[in-house]
Every structure is written in C-alpha cells, then in structure tokens.
C-alpha cells in the first residue's frame, strides 16, 4: 500500500498580539518538527477577515507573525513561510468544499458559536464557512500532519470529514485517474485524493490557560493584559505577570495525579515543562513539595531565557519590512506552485474543462 508523503502544514492568524498559547501550542512545534519533515508554515490573513473585515495594521500584522516564525527558528528556504492570500488557490479549494461540506456539520461548530456570540445572525458567512477554509488551506498542499493547540482539534475533524466525503462522491472519477492513493481507513482500504489530516496536539501544554483563572484559556481577546504573557512583552512584564499569576496556597505535588482538581498549578507546571522540553512529571520531580514562591521565580527564569531572543529578533526583523515581504513573496511563489497542482488534478477529478 502507497502512502500519502508526510508533510506538515499549519497556520496563525494575523489578529493581535502573539501570546504564549500561541508559541507553545503551535509555533514552538513547527520549530520542532522542521528538522525531520517538510513543512508549510501560512500566515491566514484571509481568516483575520471572518470576524473584523476592516483592519487598519493588517500588513504590520501579517509581518509581525512571519517575525515570529522566523525569530523563533523557523527556517523559510528549506520549508515554506507565506501569507495566504498570496495563493488563491486556498479560496478556489474552500468554494469546492464548501459544497461537500453539510450545513449540519458546520452548525456544530462551538468556536463559531462563542465566537458569534449571541447575534448570531449578525456573523459573517466567512466566520460560518472559516472551518472549510481552514480545510482547504491544508489539503490545497494534501498535507498529513497539523500541528495546533487543542482549541482547533474540532475543525480538524471536520477536514477529515470533508476529505473523506470528497474521496468517496468522487471515488469513480478518482480512481480512473489513477490519482489517489490507498489509505486504510479502519480496516477498509480507500482509495482516496485527500489524506486524513492527522492534528499535532500532544505535548505539555496543548491548551494555555489564563494566568488569571485556569479554568479559561489564554486567549488574544481576555479585555486583561495580565491573563496573558505576549511574545513581544519584555523581561519585567513577563516577571510582573508570572508573580501575579493567580495560584492556590498548597505546596506543589510530587506527581501529576496531584495536579487534579487545581487549574493553575497544572497550567503552571505545563507552560514550565513545555517551556523546557520536558513532562509535567519531569517538572514535578524537580518541584515536588516546593511552594509557588520557589516555583515561580524558577518559572520568570526559564520564561525569560526562552522568551527574551525571541523577542529581541522580532524587533530586529520588524525594522526591515521588506525582508519580511521577500520571504512571504518566495514563500507565497512556492506554496502557489504546489497548489496549482493540486487544483488542477482537482478540476480533472470534478470535470471542469480547462
Ligand atoms: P489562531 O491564530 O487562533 O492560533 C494559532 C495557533 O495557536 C494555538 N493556540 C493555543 N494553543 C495552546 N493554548 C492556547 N491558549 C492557544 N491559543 C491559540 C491554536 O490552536 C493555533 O494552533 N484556525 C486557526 C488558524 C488556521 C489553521 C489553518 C491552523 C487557519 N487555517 C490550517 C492549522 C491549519 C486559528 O485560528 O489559530
């Protein structure tokens, strides 16, 4: 049995600052898995429209998440780095898709509905259909692997269902073709155009929590700035808000069962072992039986050392724009490239003439 290639693909929005949710649910990962895959890092300025379709700072927006890519390690000639409205072919796919996909699957969506709120009615068709881009933006390159925080794992499974739809109302055009590929999926072989994406979510911290309540996740949008810890804050905010950080007043456990039942010190231990490379039990091992005013100055530490070049490159790359916009031009060539080809075998498999 063939098998799709590996390929890594994922995306961040271009709306607001970059915290540490995002970092280490996603961009740390992306670093990671460079070494060993090929990858396609995408900027998503096309999302950021779903929500607010008028953004003053959007190009300074689009740079200031390709800085992070790039300050954090991302490498952009061996791998791809690019903004998504440079590929057309992302919106040509999500219309297709938009068709497979079933309005019963998007109505169970919950970010659409947290993030509709309760004027539903008033919400973008983009913010309704976003999950559908979403879906295209990753298999337009047919990719297998997705690393994201936990918050996207539903979408994820509605690119799977939309790929799998697509594979069999398409099956007798696609196997003439000699297009697809087999995959298993249970035990059953298919024969199939789209690969099942598989997510990316594992690790230490695959949900962030507030600093401020560990029972809601670190998010852009939290009206407080102390929830929050953001990639271009300096040293003496990181400090500030890790110290104020909210805790209970037990000693840290000796093993992760202990962190039961006490949000904020499993977020704490999370974000230092993510921060590390390292388990919560490694992490507990270490700190077991300690109080938080041990912990968290080690925690400002570490935060610090991780945080402070990443910064400081970032602001270094933000005073050249336009190297900035070279490597998302060479980037966008390149992801163009690909995705043309995918959309043409796709236009072949639904029967447009061209
Ligand atoms: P976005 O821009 O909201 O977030 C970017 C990445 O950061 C992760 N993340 C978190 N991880 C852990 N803890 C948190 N508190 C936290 N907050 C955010 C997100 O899970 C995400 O991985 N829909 C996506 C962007 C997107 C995409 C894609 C991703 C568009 N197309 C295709 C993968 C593949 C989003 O809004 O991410």
Redesign the pocket.
Known sequence: MTEFKPLV?????PTGNLHL??Y???IRKFVALQENNDCIYCV?DM?ALTAQLVHEDMPTQIRSITAAFLAAGIDPKKHIVFNQSQVPQHAELAWIFNCVARIGWMNRMTQFKDKAGKDREQASLGLYAYPSL?AA??LVYRATH?P?????KQ?LELARDIAMKFNLDFHDKIVPTGLGIDIKVGEEPVHAYFPMVEPLIDGP????MSLKDGTK???KSDPSDLSRINLMDDQEAISKKIRKAKTDPDALPSETEGLKGRPEADNLVGIFAALADKSKADVLSEFGGQQFSVFKPALIDLAVEVLAPINAEMRRLMEDPGHIDAVLRDGGERARNRAEKTMNEVRDIIGFVR
């Open positions: 693909f994922s995306g961040v929005q949710g995002n280490l649910g996603a998503v999302h979403m933006d990753i997705v994201v925080g936990d918050d996207q979408h911290a695959p949900r962030v996740k670190m998010s």
